[in-house]
């Protein structure tokens, strides 16, 4: 089996970390300048999915794949 950098776990939170960014920026195009979903609601996922959910899924997990490489040594 090939060792992959990235788990299962890790695919599904950059798949929820993408819905999320398709719906912020979809959220920010809505109607009016004063629309209140493009004014607050949408730059906010958007930041958190950025600054949040995207590093999280890259870095949950990290070490466990080189501790069971360690271990099958």
Do not use: R
């Amino acid at each position: 089996m090939k060792n992959w950098l990235f788990s299962k776990k890790n695919f599904y939170l950059f798949a929820a970390s993408l819905a999320l960014l398709v719906t912020g920026y979809v959220l920010l195009g809505q109607g009016p300048a004063d629309n209140h979903l493009s004014k607050s609601v949408a730059p906010v996922i958007l930041v958190l999915v950025y600054c949040g959910l995207i590093p999280y899924a890259m870095l949950s997990g990290y070490g466990k794949n080189n501790a069971s490489e360690v271990k099958k040594k």
